[in-house]
């Protein structure tokens, strides 16, 4: 949901160190063993991950940190040629491939990613794989330096399905590249724009610093930070230790909290207030509800306690439903046979393949 369409492709861009693989990350781990990803169902199914633009130790890291189901999926370090590609899908059977990154797979198969007939020939290919096996995916891309683009010609955003960019609002590129603490909201808001056919959708995320949640309501800072401290976490180290949030991010939302009355400060002791929150803090704005969304499951999405920025997408019950599970249909690649294979008993992968080598999952989990 939000980011992955069966059967279709999806072209994810952001600023550098945005947080896009960490989306990505996310939402991989929870399509690995099924689960709620930003308050919607998915999964399971297998995914193929080509980290090919980072070290695959931190990719392993980032799927255990977010509990990946080490059975369904496979991170394969090498960039793939389109007959790497589809023999890697035939053997799986995956349910979504991410390529991370576009510009990684494209590098040295193309002059210039500004030139339509280039990036045409360059990316075709893949492509038709990707729709010859109707298979989902992922392209990581760049964004552009003011963010509200992908980088490159027209024609990459003509060829996918879907464009989501994930932007950083009221942040200028000025801020992000020079110094990301000017504004301390900075690294926990996000917004998720979502666009393509019959699609169109702009959702603002929140990110506390190990993981994105749907707006801010009850599952935001803001709201971490008060439940906290009424549960007791009276010290600014010890909020950011429950709220697993950076400990500036921390300490400036309690100043700003103490400064609504939602909060009190007696020294270094914080405190709720025995009655209420504030002249701000009683009103609960539930998120409207949403049919035939980017999930395309035609059911409603859950109403979020607290405040929300959720907007409503399109409704269209094209294209065809996400990898979700529940309403529709089960997807085909909801279970699948190994087709030969090898998966080790202990979660280790051996990848299969064209120039596949044996992959020790818990041995990069533990590397520096």
Known sequence: PF????????????????????????????????????????????????????????????????????????????????????????????????????????????????????????????????????????????ATKDGRDYRGSGQLGAKVDVIALLGIPGANSEQVDDDPDSDPEIETRRVLAVRGRGLNGRDRLHFDGSEYQLGEGEQGL????????????????????????RRQNVSTTITRLVEEGKLMRDGNTLRAPMFGTGSSGGSAHHAKDVAGTTSGTGASAPATKGETSREPLGTTREPPHALTGTSQPTPRTGVVPEFGVSIATNGNHHRTGPGAEPFDWSSLDGAA
């Open 3 to 142: 980011l992955v369409l069966d059967g279709r492709v999806t072209l994810l861009a952001a600023r550098e160190k945005a947080g896009k693989s960490t989306l990505l990350g996310q939402a991989v781990a929870t399509l690995s063993r099924g689960g709620d990803f930003l308050g919607q169902r998915c999964g399971p199914g297998k995914v193929i991950w080509y980290a090919i633009d980072e070290a695959a130790g931190d990719a392993v890291r980032r799927l255990n940190a977010y509990n990946a189901d080490g059975d369904s999926v496979v991170i394969q370090t090498q960039r793939p040629t389109p007959e790497h590609l589809r023999t890697h899908i035939h053997e799986f059977q995956p349910a979504l491939v991410v390529i991370d990154t576009l510009t990684e797979l494209m590098f040295g198969r193309l002059q210039s990613d500004r030139d339509a007939m280039d990036m045409s020939r360059a990316l075709g290919p893949f492509m038709d794989v990707l729709r010859d096996t109707n298979t989902a995916a992922v392209l990581v891309h760049h």
């Open 222 to 245: 803001t709201a971490r930070i008060v439940r906290a401290v009424r549960d007791g976490a009276s010290s600014v180290n010890k909020v950011a230790e429950v709220v697993k949030g």
